[in-house]
């Protein structure tokens, strides 16, 4: 795909593994709540059991209990009641907290998006608290025109929905806004569906994959104004 040119009226970002280093805080939390167990399988069992979540199947609470007990399972530690992976979660979680950070691309790629008059929001699938949570500690709340997050709309990525409500939040049809996220699938992907111009972040550093259809970065740093 060629370098993608200049963004148009307003930016739209996915926030965890986008903005928000979620895979790294979930790995540290893990290796001190856990130690010795694998930060590949938790991080596996939170996307199939948050997929579960945003289609209805679990309650928030549900999928956070149904990954610790798959997870000490898998661990080999047998099976766990609720009230055991309840304390676990919650110090795996105060962990977790402890380890929010922004990637170091962010900062810089926002900051020369806002000098260029380009509004800025985010798109997050998740639960409110939790989400809003990470946009005030992270201090992004100040810098966003727009937040939309699945749990307060009743609309999820992939689906369409969720990308016109923050397009009419910000009061431009979609073809001015660009969407950056780092799911291939549910954010680029579904961005492009919805009428969004869909860039996917891909911060792995493999080759492209081939036939791929939408504009893909390797880090924030390749947005307009943020080298």
Not at 31 to 56: E, H, I, K, S, V
Not at 96 to 111: C, S, T
Not at 126 to 151: E, F, M, T, Y
Request: glycine share 10%; proline share 7%.
């Amino acid at each position: 795909m060629p370098d993608p040119g200049p963004l148009r009226g307003a930016v739209l970002f996915d926030l965890d593994d986008t903005l928000f280093d979620h895979g790294g805080a979930a790995a540290e939390a893990v290796a001190r709540a856990l130690p010795g167990a694998d930060p590949a399988r938790w991080a596996r069992l939170t996307q199939q059991t948050m997929d579960r979540y945003l289609a209805g199947e679990l309650t928030f609470a549900e999928q956070r209990r149904v990954r610790v007990r798959a997870f000490a399972r898998e661990s080999g530690l047998g099976e766990w009641d609720d009230a055991r992976a309840d304390t676990w979660f919650a110090g795996y979680l105060a962990c977790y907290e402890a380890a929010w950070r922004l990637f170091p691309d962010v900062g810089p790629a926002l900051a020369e998006l806002r000098r260029a008059g380009t509004r800025l929001g985010v798109v997050t699938n998740g639960d409110p608290a939790q989400q809003r949570a990470k946009l005030d500690r992270l201090g992004l709340d100040a810098v966003l025109s727009c937040v939309v997050i699945s749990g307060e709309v009743g609309a999820a990525k992939p689906d369409p929905e969720i990308f016109r409500i923050a397009c009419a939040r910000l009061g431009l049809p979609p073809e001015r806004v660009t969407y950056v996220g780092d799911r291939l699938d549910v954010d680029a992907l579904a961005a492009e569906s919805a009428g969004l111009r869909g860039v996917w972040l891909d911060r792995s550093g493999r080759a492209a994959p081939p036939g791929l259809t939408v504009e893909r970065i390797t880090s924030l740093r390749a947005c307009p104004g943020g080298r």
